[in-house]
C-alpha cells in the first residue's frame, strides 16, 4: 500500500525566486489548493530545484494516493486474463 507522499506545496516555499507572489503561489500550491503545473515544474528545474519530472512524479503520486483512498465503484476486466492472451 502506498503511504501518503507529501503535497509539492509542503516542500516549495521559492516564490520569491521565481518571481511569483507569494499569494498566487501559497495559497494554491503550498496549501494544496492547486496541482503541481508543467510550466511550475519547469521554472523549478530552471531555477535549479531538481528536474521538473520529480515535481509532476510527487503530483501524480499525490493525485494517485487520494484517489485510491476514494470509494470506487465495482469494475469488471474487459478481458479475462489467461496465459496465452496478452493484456
Do not use: C
Request: glycine content about 4%; cysteine-free.
Amino acid at each position: 500500500m502506498m503511504h501518503n507522499p507529501a503535497h509539492p506545496g509542503e516542500v516549495l516555499k521559492v516564490a520569491d525566486h521565481l518571481h511569483m507572489t507569494r499569494a498566487s503561489l501559497s495559497s494554491r500550491i503550498i496549501n494544496g489548493h492547486a496541482s503541481m503545473s508543467t510550466e511550475l515544474a519547469v521554472k523549478l528545474e530552471l531555477a535549479g530545484f531538481s528536474k521538473a519530472k520529480f515535481w509532476l512524479d510527487m503530483q501524480t503520486n499525490y493525485n494517485l494516493w487520494q484517489t485510491m483512498q476514494q470509494a470506487q465503484p465495482p469494475i469488471s476486466p474487459l478481458v479475462s486474463a489467461s496465459p496465452q492472451t496478452p493484456l
